[in-house]
């Protein structure tokens, strides 16, 4: 009789996990998502057999709780994260913390594959909390699971993403299109390929320790981006680079928001570029061709066009 393959998602019903969910179910994997929102997850229970996919709410606060959440896994795979944080130290705990006792418990329960998704820009010495809290998560699991794969993936781009979907909005409210750091570079890849690239490295052999990094075919710039959300939903706008103290004093003013749309600890991190290191390993060696943006991002953000959803082609 076959040994059963159990994988449990920390994060599932979220944005990877909505695409990751079906890819494992394909592979045979018995699949436990664990998220806050059980009901959420629902609908993904669909993608597999009767039985085989099982939301599960957990407590990540108490290590009882997340010992109880990888038990018998086989694979564990962590997808959480935040951009901004509601309470001042939820970025330690989530993303500098979480990681390694996730880590420690799937050593103690025995699982063979541990897949981190941590973030291009994870560094130590960073001015941003996000960007040092990514790379202790990292830190920390390494430590503790030291066969970990971590994946460093760009801005990931698809239908439900807070990228271009949030400026497309934005580019049908106002008179003209806000530029923030526009020169900083970046390499936008498809939430799919980031699927693909944690089904890979729960499977390759030569994935166990290694960290990889994920971008798209195309390096561009902030400002780029932004003409492209122009092109793409057919709306003419000028393009305004914001003054550096404006900007700062927005996103001072718009933490206190309960959905802010720019922090200070955001705006350190679009200071730096956000591109797949010269000496990384990425997509080629997990065996992954990306998918370029412009073959996925004007299907969904053609109702931000003008008639909502007539669209012309666009030779990208």
Avoid: W
């Avoid at 130590?124 to 030291?146: H, V």
């Amino acid at each position: 009789m076959a040994m059963r393959r159990l994988a449990t998602i920390f994060g599932g019903s979220g944005f990877i996990g909505r695409h990751l969910v079906p890819r494992l179910a394909r592979l045979e994997y018995d699949i436990r998502i664990i998220t806050r929102h059980p009901d959420d997850a629902l609908p993904l229970t669909t993608q597999g057999r009767v039985g085989q996919i099982v939301p599960r709410r957990a407590d990540l606060r108490s290590d009882d709780a997340v010992a109880a959440a990888v038990a018998e896994s086989t694979l564990v795979v962590n997808l959480i994260g935040i951009l901004a944080e509601k309470k001042s130290g939820d970025f330690n705990r989530v993303q500098g913390e979480l990681p390694g006792r996730i880590g420690r418990a799937a050593a103690r329960a025995g699982a063979g594959r541990v897949v981190h998704v941590s973030a291009i820009g994870a560094d130590p010495g960073s001015e941003s909390a996000y960007a040092r809290s990514k790379a202790a998560g990292e830190a920390a699991l390494r430590e503790a699971f030291p066969a970990a794969t971590i994946l460093r993936p760009s801005i990931i781009f698809g239908p439900e993403d807070q990228f271009f979907n949030r400026f497309a909005a934005m580019a049908q409210m106002l008179p003209f299109m806000p530029v923030i750091c526009g020169g900083t570079r970046f390499q936008p890849v498809y939430v799919g390929d980031v699927a693909d690239a944690i089904a890979a490295a729960s499977q390759r052999p030569d994935a166990a320790g290694r960290t990889y990094e994920l971008g798209g075919p195309r390096v561009v710039s902030f400002r780029e981006l932004m003409g492209y959300v122009l092109e793409v939903t057919g709306r003419r706008r000028r393009l305004v680079e914001l003054p550096d103290g404006l900007v700062r004093l927005q996103a001072r003013l718009g933490e206190h928001l309960p959905s802010p749309p720019l922090t200070r600890d955001q705006l350190a991190q679009l200071r730096r570029d956000n591109v797949v290191g010269e000496a990384a390993a990425g997509f080629a060696e997990l065996g992954i061709s990306p998918t370029a943006m412009e073959a996925v991002v004007p299907s969904y953000l053609a109702r931000f066009r003008p008639g909502g959803g007539k669209r012309r082609s666009f030779p990208y």
